[in-house]
């Protein structure tokens, strides 16, 4: 039996993970009768190092899983399915004041169709967003230095840092590619909105 194969714009830990949990919880709906196989690869989002608005943060996840079904599809062997995976900030603007909040987004493609999904989001306080925004600081690097850490992105990452723990890197991921994948694993429930549309064209 051939394994239904899932390949991941990135080969950090915590997306891979983040990947291998959230499939874990759909197998037996997207791929009834064929183990999951994931695999991580390096590809690039062709976006800034911290993107800093949710088209951004769609786009590099959008590119970064077209780019890698590219790859593999000019490589002879091509995945079912790709995902792009990104994470950044997202800045509002709410009753005059400047709030910026921290995103995972994902993106899903087979290579015919594609699909968003995004974490939920936490505010991020305002000394690091403007060494982020202000002065051009990866993310990555600031909130190492704001925590007093080094590495934390392959851990815990800025959400375990400042929501204590309680939500990390990999589960604001995890949740983001549930979200990406449900209209291929839940097809039942989005297939009468698409025929709907394509009535009314």
């Given at each position: 039996?051939?394994?239904?194969?899932?390949?991941?714009?990135?080969?950090?830990?915590?997306?891979?993970?983040?990947?291998?949990e959230a499939t874990a919880s759909f197998a037996a709906k997207?791929?009834?009768?064929?183990p999951l196989e994931i695999q991580g690869h390096e590809v690039e989002s062709g976006v800034s190092?911290?993107?800093?608005?949710r088209e951004e943060l769609m786009q590099g996840a959008r590119q970064r899983a077209e780019a890698l079904h590219k790859?593999?599809?000019?490589?002879?062997?091509p995945a079912d399915y790709c995902v792009g995976l990104e994470g950044?900030?997202?800045?509002?603007?709410?009753?005059?004041?400047?709030?910026?909040?921290?995103e995972s987004w994902a993106y899903v493609t087979d290579g015919v169709r594609g699909h968003f999904g995004c974490s939920g989001s936490?505010?991020?306080?305002e000394l690091l967003a403007e060494e982020v925004l202000s002065r051009g600081t990866e993310l990555s690097i600031a909130i190492d230095r704001?925590?007093?850490?080094v590495g934390i992105r392959d851990g815990h990452g800025a959400w375990g840092?400042?929501?204590?723990?309680?939500?990390?890197?990999?589960?604001?991921?995890r949740l983001a590619v549930v979200a990406a994948f449900a209209p291929f694993y839940n097809e039942r429930m989005y297939r009468p909105a698409a025929q709907a549309a394509g009535k009314q064209l």
């Amino acid at each position: 039996m051939n394994a239904c194969r899932i390949a991941v714009g990135s080969t950090r830990r915590p997306k891979l993970q983040a990947v291998q949990e959230a499939t874990a919880s759909f197998a037996a709906k997207l791929s009834p009768h064929a183990p999951l196989e994931i695999q991580g690869h390096e590809v690039e989002s062709g976006v800034s190092h911290t993107p800093s608005s949710r088209e951004e943060l769609m786009q590099g996840a959008r590119q970064r899983a077209e780019a890698l079904h590219k790859m593999l599809r000019g490589s002879g062997e091509p995945a079912d399915y790709c995902v792009g995976l990104e994470g950044g900030l997202d800045v509002a603007v709410e009753n005059g004041v400047r709030r910026v909040f921290l995103e995972s987004w994902a993106y899903v493609t087979d290579g015919v169709r594609g699909h968003f999904g995004c974490s939920g989001s936490i505010e991020i306080p305002e000394l690091l967003a403007e060494e982020v925004l202000s002065r051009g600081t990866e993310l990555s690097i600031a909130i190492d230095r704001y925590a007093g850490a080094v590495g934390i992105r392959d851990g815990h990452g800025a959400w375990g840092v400042l929501s204590d723990n309680l939500v990390t890197r990999q589960e604001s991921f995890r949740l983001a590619v549930v979200a990406a994948f449900a209209p291929f694993y839940n097809e039942r429930m989005y297939r009468p909105a698409a025929q709907a549309a394509g009535k009314q064209l």
